[in-house]
């Protein structure tokens, strides 16, 4: 399944609304969307979009591919699932029957992921996305599986995710799965980098901490990535401590330790 989660915006106003209201409350209700949602809000763009799933869903029309899609319909955002005579919301009401989705990983590889780990852009934006529930399934899903990868990137994306709408819910989810993965395997390197990354973020880090990092970077044993996160979150609490060119993180910019690099500058 090939994941695109971009989305194209348009500011365009629609003037055939009133045509094909009722088609549209019916698709969103099929599609258990925010029924209060206002029209002033909506696109011409997003109203085609919408009647063009519910054309999959009715047999009018056939999915050229399997696909995760980010869908924003006004004010909230939606996740779909894209199959060759099917769409639906991730997040609906059978959210439990379909907890596991086989998604393509490359060209070879496939991987069983839960369904809210899917949902990683935008959260605070995402209709029905319930962080009491995902709390729950998250407590569930890491103690229960062998599958500390999937939700390492879960949680990185999660941060991300924090770093562009500030929404605290979304960073305690993060720490949420970086506690159990820690939990689980206390010496964790990338795991204890995790920890702190989100303690930075959330309150800053002790003198303990700093302390820890430091150490880090006197320890050849540990990877030049290690040593750099460990500089960059030293430096959030003392700027300046270590001179890092941003031409020497190369490293590390995929990832969200790097967004701390422009809170430092």
């Given at each position: 399944?090939?994941?695109?989660?971009n989305?194209?915006?348009?500011?365009?106003?629609f003037?055939e609304?009133?045509?094909?209201?009722?088609?549209?409350?019916?698709?969103?209700?099929?599609f258990?969307?925010?029924?209060g949602?206002?029209?002033?809000?909506?696109?011409?763009?997003?109203?085609?979009?919408?009647?063009?799933?519910?054309?999959?869903?009715?047999?009018?029309?056939?999915?050229?591919k399997?696909?995760?899609?980010?869908?924003?319909?006004g004010?909230?955002?939606?996740?779909?699932?894209?199959?060759?005579?099917?769409?639906?919301?991730?997040?609906?009401?059978?959210?439990?029957k379909?907890l596991?989705?086989?998604?393509?990983?490359?060209?070879?590889s496939?991987?069983?992921?839960?369904?809210?780990?899917?949902?990683?852009?935008?959260?605070?934006?995402?209709y029905?996305?319930?962080?009491?529930?995902?709390?729950?399934?998250?407590?569930?899903?890491?103690?229960q599986?062998?599958?500390?990868?999937?939700?390492?990137?879960?949680e990185?994306?999660l941060?991300?995710?924090?770093?562009?709408?500030?929404?605290?819910?979304?960073?305690?989810?993060?720490a949420?799965?970086?506690?159990?993965?820690?939990?689980?395997?206390?010496?964790?390197?990338i795991?204890?980098?995790?920890?702190?990354?989100?303690?930075?973020?959330?309150?800053g880090?002790?003198?303990?901490?700093?302390?820890?990092?430091?150490?880090?970077?006197?320890?050849s044993?540990y990877?030049?990535?290690?040593?750099?996160?460990?500089?960059v979150?030293?430096?959030?609490?003392?700027?300046?401590?270590?001179?890092?060119?941003?031409?020497?993180?190369?490293?590390?910019?995929?990832?969200?330790?790097y967004?701390?690099?422009?809170?430092?500058?």
């Amino acid at each position: 399944m090939e994941i695109n989660l971009n989305v194209e915006s348009d500011t365009s106003n629609f003037e055939e609304f009133s045509k094909v209201h009722f088609q549209i409350l019916n698709a969103m209700r099929h599609f258990e969307m925010n029924l209060g949602e206002s029209i002033k809000n909506i696109s011409e763009k997003q109203v085609k979009e919408l009647l063009y799933m519910y054309d999959i869903e009715q047999g009018k029309t056939i999915s050229e591919k399997d696909r995760l899609v980010y869908f924003e319909f006004g004010s909230r955002a939606y996740y779909f699932i894209f199959s060759k005579n099917n769409v639906y919301n991730i997040l609906s009401e059978n959210f439990d029957k379909q907890l596991y989705l086989r998604v393509k990983i490359d060209d070879k590889s496939y991987e069983h992921i839960p369904n809210f780990m899917l949902v990683t852009q935008n959260i605070h934006k995402v209709y029905n996305f319930n962080f009491e529930a995902v709390q729950n399934k998250i407590n569930e899903s890491v103690l229960q599986n062998n599958q500390e990868m999937l939700f390492n990137r879960y949680e990185l994306q999660l941060i991300s995710d924090y770093d562009n709408n500030r929404d605290k819910r979304v960073l305690s989810l993060a720490a949420s799965i970086n506690e159990l993965l820690l939990e689980k395997e206390p010496n964790n390197m990338i795991e204890k980098i995790n920890y702190w990354q989100i303690v930075a973020r959330k309150k800053g880090l002790s003198s303990d901490d700093i302390k820890e990092l430091k150490d880090i970077v006197q320890d050849s044993n540990y990877t030049e990535d290690v040593h750099l996160a460990a500089k960059v979150l030293i430096n959030t609490r003392f700027k300046g401590e270590f001179s890092l060119e941003k031409d020497s993180l190369d490293s590390i910019r995929e990832y969200p330790i790097y967004n701390l690099v422009n809170t430092i500058d």
